[in-house]
């Protein structure tokens, strides 16, 4: 009950919006609905096939993470999310001087990572 009161309380104003905690969940939420059927249909499909419990429980579990993670890659927003991450990684540490972007990692050295 907490959660959807807060989530319409975080809504209701400010910098974040309803669509904006959507954008961020609803992927995820996406991919959890489609692992939890794929694996109610993994299950079903190996219990007829008189499968042990230990294989049954592993194919369900890696067969949950590849649909969750496909579903979510799907979405553009994820996609330039973990792009964006990544290019922030790689930048930490460094400073655009001019038209060139300097590593200041280095103690006493600084190196020229891209020059335009």
């Given amino acids: 009950m907490r959660t959807p009161i807060l989530w319409w309380l975080i809504g209701r104003s400010g910098p974040v919006r309803?669509?904006?905690?959507?954008?961020?969940?609803?992927p995820h939420l996406a991919g959890a609905l489609a692992s939890v059927v794929t694996v109610c249909l993994l299950h079903r499909w190996l219990l007829a096939r008189s499968i042990g419990e230990i294989p049954d429980l592993a194919a369900c579990f890696c067969l949950s993470y590849a649909v969750s993670l496909t579903i979510?890659?799907?979405?553009?927003?994820?996609?330039?999310?973990?792009?964006?991450?990544?290019?922030?990684?790689d930048?930490?540490?460094?400073?655009?001087v001019g038209k060139t972007l300097v590593d200041k990692t280095r103690v006493g050295k600084t190196t020229e990572l891209i020059a335009t």
């Fill in 91 to 96: 930048t930490i540490g460094t400073k655009l």
């Fill in 72 to 89: 979510i890659a799907l979405f553009p927003a994820c996609r330039g999310a973990t792009h964006a991450a990544s290019v922030a990684d």
């Fill in 18 to 26: 309803h669509r904006d905690l959507l954008k961020v969940v609803g």
